[in-house]
């Protein structure tokens, strides 16, 4: 396996920021530069060319620009995408899911394995068959990133992961000295936001708020460019936000919480019960969309649930936008009227509209992520 870590940026701290700067907004103009961080045209210059000479950056054709203080025509910076490569994993009770991304979060590869065992020394032997067998489809890997539904600590040790049964398990130092590979481990739906933050809908917004729709229900917010968590990110502390004073008891005997009302599970669930038979999520969907009885109540009422926990989010913390993902998120678009009655009931109607938009809902999305930690811990070397 071809390993490679050399330093991102190992010159002066205002070099760093001219290619973070590239890095998150390239293809991008030398003057857009200069004043986003306030340096002079011959500073920028100065910072710029030793990373275009290590082959990092790279100058870009531009039809219709001109430098402004030459009048010659401008070539905006970008980076080298290609010139790293970062592996993304999203490790959940049944499997392991990865992907090779390039410098800017790009999946150029993916692959798959099935957990033949939860015990955590198998698990890790399976991460690493697939970090092997990802790490022969491109020249060198430089980082790799593991996101999982649970509390992580100190970017390795998984302190508790519900759907694997897992407690206190260093997972990153396991995985790194299997594979070699420097790794970073953190809570998935953190890895989610990170993904959205820097390379997605997110990309050049300081405040945004995220919502993901699964097996469990996943938050995350970002303020001034900062995620904001503490010691319980990861608990899952959204799922216990009240939807329905008459809905279901959760083990924690929260009623009608959001975990009983907008996860897959409650959701087949409440949709078995009254139909006495066995029905898989996609079926039920499509159901609702076929306006059978039983599966457009269920999904209604999952709407008007997500729709208010939409409101609260929008209430409390006033977004530029809220992003929608998850492997459930299919129930957006389906219960699409629903969620606006909901927003309707817990929103002042003189509030300005609620901007959210909606991704894939690709399992993919958690693995890019991932990645992303992966290239954020090597880009920025930060806790």
């Given at each position: 396996m071809k390993i490679a870590a050399p330093?991102?940026?190992?010159?002066?701290?205002?070099?760093?920021?001219?290619?973070?700067?590239?890095?998150?907004?390239?293809?991008?103009?030398?003057?857009?530069?200069?004043?986003?961080?306030?340096?002079?045209?011959?500073?920028?210059?100065?910072?710029?060319?030793?990373?275009?000479?290590?082959?990092?950056?790279?100058?870009?054709?531009?039809?219709?620009?001109?430098?402004?203080?030459?009048?010659?025509?401008?070539?905006?910076?970008?980076?080298?995408?290609?010139?790293?490569?970062?592996?993304?994993?999203?490790?959940?009770?049944?499997?392991?899911?990865a992907v090779v991304t390039d410098?800017?979060?790009?999946?150029?590869?993916?692959?798959?394995?099935?957990?033949?065992?939860?015990?955590?020394?198998?698990?890790?032997?399976?991460?690493?068959?697939?970090?092997?067998?990802?790490?022969?489809?491109?020249?060198?890997?430089?980082?790799?990133?593991?996101?999982?539904?649970?509390l992580v600590n100190d970017k390795s040790e998984v302190l508790?992961?519900?759907?694997?049964?897992?407690q206190d398990v260093p997972l990153g130092s396991m995985v790194e000295g299997m594979t070699g590979i420097p790794t970073v481990v953190k809570n998935d739906v953190i890895a989610f936001t990170e993904a959205e933050?820097?390379?997605?809908?997110?990309?050049?917004?300081?405040?945004?708020?995220?919502?993901?729709?699964?097996?469990?229900v996943g938050f995350g917010l970002v303020i001034h460019n900062q995620i904001v968590m503490d010691a319980d990110y990861g608990l899952g502390l959204v799922g216990h936000w009240p939807i329905d004073p008459f809905g279901p008891l959760c083990p924690s005997g929260h009623k009608g919480c959001a975990r009983m009302v907008l996860t897959q599970g409650a959701i087949v669930q409440a949709v078995e019960n009254a139909i006495n038979r066995n029905v898989n999520y996609e079926e039920i969907l499509q159901m609702a969309r076929s306006d059978e009885p039983v599966a457009r109540r269920v999904i209604d009422d999952a709407g008007r649930g997500l729709g208010k926990l939409i409101a609260a989010v929008a209430n409390l913390t006033s977004p530029e936008l809220i992003i929608l993902g998850g492997e459930g998120v299919g129930l957006?678009?389906?219960?699409?009227?629903?969620?606006?009655?909901?927003?309707?009931?817990?929103?002042?109607?003189?509030?300005?509209?609620?901007?959210?938009?909606?991704?894939?809902?690709?399992?993919?999305?958690?693995?890019?992520?991932?990645?992303?930690?992966?290239?954020?811990?090597?880009?920025?070397?930060?806790?």
């Open positions: 330093p991102w940026i190992p010159q002066s701290v205002q070099t760093r920021a001219v290619a973070l700067e590239v890095l998150l907004h390239g293809p991008i103009s030398r003057i857009d530069i200069a004043r986003r961080l306030n340096l002079s045209p011959g500073s920028l210059t100065r910072l710029s060319t030793p990373l275009i000479e290590s082959g990092l950056l790279v100058e870009i054709n531009s039809e219709g620009r001109s430098d402004w203080k030459t009048g010659r025509p401008s070539k905006p910076l970008d980076v080298v995408a290609a010139s790293r490569h970062f592996i993304g994993m999203k490790v959940t009770g049944e499997d392991v899911t410098l800017r979060a790009n999946v150029v590869a993916q692959s798959y394995r099935k957990l033949t065992s939860q015990v955590p020394d198998m698990v890790v032997v399976q991460i690493a068959e697939l970090a092997r067998e990802l790490a022969e489809r491109v020249d060198e890997i430089t980082a790799l990133g593991i996101g999982i539904g649970g508790s992961a519900p759907f694997l049964g897992w933050h820097w390379f997605g809908a997110a990309s050049g917004l300081s405040r945004f708020a995220v919502i993901t729709l699964g097996i469990g957006v678009e389906v219960a699409a009227a629903s969620i606006q009655e909901g927003i309707k009931e817990q929103r002042d109607p003189k509030a300005k509209k609620i901007n959210f938009v909606t991704t894939s809902g690709d399992n993919m999305e958690w693995c890019r992520g991932a990645a992303v930690l992966a290239i954020q811990e090597y880009v920025l070397g930060r806790p």
